[in-house]
């Protein structure tokens, strides 16, 4: 092991590319301490230290930009903006047909729907930093916090509350966004790969240690050995799982064209148990925190009883610790987990591939059996999988009823699938370019 990672630093190519990578990574934590204009930063990191946690509906976007959401930066969005135009611009290969069109043409079709993602990374930015600076201005950030309400209140200064104030920081904020989709990119492109992965493995890894600080504060040395070997488990488990595939086992038959013969081999499809990756878990908090906003937007006035279905939702659907709560989640993740894997993988466009190329299951009959048995395979090795997903995604909430963490709690929900995810993908394309230059990688 220790001599394939000096072989790593050994081979000038791979050397500046994980140079190179470093260092836009470090650019990018950087920007995440940046404050945007007229924000008071003092007051800001008052409140920040003084929370025991973001609100809900801010948890899974402060977790993506690294903490610099609730910090008021100029990479206060982070990745999010990006992530969520690029499930949308997948999602719409369903209802519009030009873009299942261009999805199907290769290279030119992929460039085209890229630079879709691109406009509307930057019109999503320009929506979430106005609601983002409207709810700073509004004091409800904090909502939480256990700082003096007057400074949380007042986090932007006079000057941006003015409208030329506001439209600065607008900009500043979306501009952030823009760098970093364009930093990502750079990774992909001159760096070891996964630019997008690598910068929200980035943002997840950056609040490890604050994590694991405030748990000692909190709960004492014996909590938190106690918490890093239930999170060495949960990492292991989650390495088993997202390595586990079922391979179907697929022949082509022998054909000739030409004078050359083709086919005759044997291969296999993989599906995976988890072929949704963490896109379920995203859905699910994304929909839970549709009614806190209602309620937020609907909250009474200081002294004055809320509406009986407003003080329902807060009763019930803004605590992670409510078991309706945890109930809703969990049934909200398996579901979104089938819908996503029923349009990421379409049972009768690969049987219909399998048949033009001369390629059959054996045992089964090539053309609709084919799909039947695909689709077959596919719903019940997608149950555990969404029930995987749910378990992991339920740990953080857990942890804050056992032992009062927040729910960035870092070994469970989607923090802990992405880290692996992108862990294991990252060491996959180190190795294959250490392969390339050595005949021998980093796994064996």
Same mark, same amino acid.
């Given at each position: 092991?220790? =001599?394939?990672?000096?072989?790593?630093? +050994?081979?000038?190519? &791979?050397?500046r590319k994980i140079a190179f990578t470093i260092g836009i990574v470090a650019l990018f934590r950087i920007g995440s301490f940046i404050p945007a204009p007229f924000v008071d930063f003092d007051n800001v990191t008052a409140c920040v230290n003084g929370q025991a946690g973001a609100s809900g509906l801010y948890t899974l976007v402060n977790l993506f930009s690294g903490g610099a959401l609730l910090k008021l930066s100029i990479f206060a969005l982070g990745i999010m903006p990006y992530i969520t135009a690029s499930i949308i611009v997948q999602?719409? +290969? *369903? *209802?519009?047909? +030009?873009?299942?069109? &261009?999805?199907k043409e290769g290279q030119a079709g992929q460039a085209k729907l890229t630079q879709y993602t691109r406009y509307l990374t930057i019109a999503l930015g320009i929506l979430q930093s106005t609601t983002l600076i409207t709810v700073a201005r509004s004091?409800? &950030?904090? =909502?939480?916090?256990?700082?003096a309400s007057a400074e949380c209140s007042s986090i932007i200064t006079a000057d941006g509350s003015t409208w030329y104030g506001i439209l600065l920081m607008v900009i500043t %904020? #979306?501009?952030? #966004?823009?760098?970093?989709?364009? %930093?990502?990119?750079?990774? #992909?492109? +001159?760096?070891?790969?996964?630019?997008? =992965? &690598?910068?929200?493995?980035? =943002?997840?890894?950056?609040?490890f240690p604050s994590a694991l600080i405030s748990i000692f504060q909190q709960r004492g040395i014996e909590t938190l050995i106690l918490v890093i070997l239930i999170g060495i488990l949960i990492v292991a488990a989650v390495i088993f799982v997202e390595q586990s595939q079922r391979r179907i086992p697929v022949q082509y038959a022998k054909r000739m064209v030409g004078r050359r013969t083709y086919g005759g081999n044997n291969t296999y499809i993989p599906i995976k148990v988890n072929m949704a990756g963490v896109v379920p878990v995203i859905f699910a908090s994304s929909l839970l925190y549709l009614p806190a906003l209602i309620a937020q937007f609907n909250a009474?006035?200081?002294?004055?009883?809320?509406?009986?279905?407003?003080?329902?939702?807060t009763d019930y659907l803004t605590r992670g610790d409510h078991p309706l709560y945890m109930a809703l989640y969990f049934l909200l993740i398996v579901g979104f987990t089938y819908f996503y894997v029923a349009i990421t993988f379409n049972p009768e466009e690969v049987a219909d591939n399998m048949k033009k190329y001369g390629g059959f299951i054996p045992g089964i009959r090539a053309g609709r059996p084919t799909a039947e048995y695909l689709d077959y395979v596919l719903t019940r090795v997608t149950l555990p999988g969404s029930i995987y997903l749910g378990l992991i995604a339920l740990i953080p909430l857990i942890a804050l009823v056992a032992i009062n963490a927040n729910q960035n709690f870092p070994f469970g929900g989607t923090s802990i699938l992405i880290m692996v995810g992108v862990g294991l993908e990252t060491v996959k394309q180190i190795d294959s370019q250490l392969q390339q230059r050595h005949y021998e990688g980093l796994l064996r």
């Amino acid at each position: 092991m220790f =001599s394939a990672v000096a072989r790593i630093f +050994r081979t000038p190519d &791979l050397r500046r590319k994980i140079a190179f990578t470093i260092g836009i990574v470090a650019l990018f934590r950087i920007g995440s301490f940046i404050p945007a204009p007229f924000v008071d930063f003092d007051n800001v990191t008052a409140c920040v230290n003084g929370q025991a946690g973001a609100s809900g509906l801010y948890t899974l976007v402060n977790l993506f930009s690294g903490g610099a959401l609730l910090k008021l930066s100029i990479f206060a969005l982070g990745i999010m903006p990006y992530i969520t135009a690029s499930i949308i611009v997948q999602l719409l +290969r *369903v *209802v519009i047909p +030009r873009f299942d069109t &261009l999805y199907k043409e290769g290279q030119a079709g992929q460039a085209k729907l890229t630079q879709y993602t691109r406009y509307l990374t930057i019109a999503l930015g320009i929506l979430q930093s106005t609601t983002l600076i409207t709810v700073a201005r509004s004091g409800a &950030l904090f =909502s939480g916090s256990g700082t003096a309400s007057a400074e949380c209140s007042s986090i932007i200064t006079a000057d941006g509350s003015t409208w030329y104030g506001i439209l600065l920081m607008v900009i500043t %904020m #979306t501009a952030g #966004t823009g760098l970093i989709m364009w %930093m990502g990119e750079l990774i #992909t492109e +001159r760096g070891i790969g996964n630019g997008m =992965s &690598l910068l929200i493995f980035t =943002s997840i890894a950056a609040q490890f240690p604050s994590a694991l600080i405030s748990i000692f504060q909190q709960r004492g040395i014996e909590t938190l050995i106690l918490v890093i070997l239930i999170g060495i488990l949960i990492v292991a488990a989650v390495i088993f799982v997202e390595q586990s595939q079922r391979r179907i086992p697929v022949q082509y038959a022998k054909r000739m064209v030409g004078r050359r013969t083709y086919g005759g081999n044997n291969t296999y499809i993989p599906i995976k148990v988890n072929m949704a990756g963490v896109v379920p878990v995203i859905f699910a908090s994304s929909l839970l925190y549709l009614p806190a906003l209602i309620a937020q937007f609907n909250a009474p006035p200081a002294g004055k009883a809320a509406q009986p279905w407003v003080q329902w939702i807060t009763d019930y659907l803004t605590r992670g610790d409510h078991p309706l709560y945890m109930a809703l989640y969990f049934l909200l993740i398996v579901g979104f987990t089938y819908f996503y894997v029923a349009i990421t993988f379409n049972p009768e466009e690969v049987a219909d591939n399998m048949k033009k190329y001369g390629g059959f299951i054996p045992g089964i009959r090539a053309g609709r059996p084919t799909a039947e048995y695909l689709d077959y395979v596919l719903t019940r090795v997608t149950l555990p999988g969404s029930i995987y997903l749910g378990l992991i995604a339920l740990i953080p909430l857990i942890a804050l009823v056992a032992i009062n963490a927040n729910q960035n709690f870092p070994f469970g929900g989607t923090s802990i699938l992405i880290m692996v995810g992108v862990g294991l993908e990252t060491v996959k394309q180190i190795d294959s370019q250490l392969q390339q230059r050595h005949y021998e990688g980093l796994l064996r």
